[in-house]
């Protein structure tokens, strides 16, 4: 079992920054794939970023550019950067885990979750 643990949230204005970091208890942290998702009110849960356990990543669309994640694998953490924060980009995110050294955009393909994060940015 591996517990996922997230911090950073806050309130921010727009064209601000925040970083997420999200503590894993996992043995075998690289051989974990990690993610963050995020859930706005009213919307479905969507895939924002994902690492594999070597440093491979990939962004969605919306904020790529902008968002960077990474990780650091003696730390058991991983981290997300949010640079130019958007209004639209309010919500929860959370950090996710998958027993994969391959990341993956879908939510069905994590097996752990953190508990969430809230991400206000004010316009």
């Known amino acids: 079992q591996v517990q996922l643990v997230e911090s950073g949230g806050g309130l921010v204005q727009a064209g601000g920054s925040l970083r997420l970091s999200c503590a894993a208890s996992?043995?075998?942290?690289?051989?974990?794939?990690m993610g963050w998702f995020r859930q706005a009110p009213g919307k479905e849960r969507e895939f924002v970023a994902a690492?594999?356990?070597?440093?491979?990543?990939t962004y969605a669309a919306s904020v790529k550019g902008r968002f960077a994640i990474s990780r650091d694998n003696a730390k058991n953490t991983v981290y997300l950067q949010m640079n130019s924060l958007k209004p639209e980009d309010t919500a929860v995110y959370y950090c996710?885990?998958?027993?994969?050294?391959?990341?993956?955009?879908?939510?069905?393909?994590?097996?752990?979750w953190g508990q969430g994060t809230q991400v206000t940015v004010s316009s």
């Open positions: 690492i594999s356990g070597s440093g491979t990543n």
């Open positions: 996992a043995r075998t942290f690289s051989g974990y794939a």
């Open positions: 996710v885990a998958r027993w994969s050294r391959i990341y993956s955009d879908s939510r069905y393909e994590y097996d752990y």
